[in-house]
């Protein structure tokens, strides 16, 4: 599951968890990204934090662990890349899932090499009931699994912005992260 994990949060963790057990994985690798080609002009918090706050919220559970390897990575974060060296590492006889929103679905078209992505590994999108795509390219569709998870209206854009208000954040993240938020005074500026 890739992102920027700018911070990690509630919505995230439940649908890792919802899919793990669905699709019976083994293992979710939490990617956090550290260059992503999207988001370029937007400030970003930095990696250590994000990664750091992906490895708190992970602790409880055996089945998720977190990656660094977009973060070792120099250049912009490609999906690709990264899929290609989990390959690399796990061989050909491992399933990849590659686990994202449904809103990063579609846009999965301007996303580098997104053919050969596709091909690489299964899709899982996950939605909210209720939920419908639109605009989406037909062959982006047959290769994209969609899975309804748990509604969950929290994003961290949300956050970062309640941070800056001094709105209340709990329950909304775990806790062990909102801590780490407010030790290091992450978010306290304007974006
Ligand atoms: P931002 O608000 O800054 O865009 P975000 O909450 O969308 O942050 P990202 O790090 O951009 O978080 O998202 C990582 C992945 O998690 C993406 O694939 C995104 O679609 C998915 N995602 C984000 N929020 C949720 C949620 N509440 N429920 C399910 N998936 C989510
Ligand atoms: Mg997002």
New binding site residues.
Partial sequence: ??????P?????L??AEEVRDYFDMQEVVFV??AR?PH?TG?RITSTHHRYLMAVLSTISNPYFTVSTVEIDRKGPSYSIDTVRHFRTQWGEDTEIYF???????SQISTWNNFRELLSMCTFI????PGFKFSGIEEEVERNVQTME?S??????????RRVRRGETIKYLLPEAVESYIYKNGLYREPE
């Fill in positions: 599951m890739g992102g920027t994990f700018d990690v949060h509630h919505g995230h439940v649908t956090p990204s992503p988001k937007q686990i994202t929103g449904a809103d990063a679905v999108a996950a939605t909210r998870v509604a969950l209206a929290i994003s961290s854009s949300e956050i970062r």
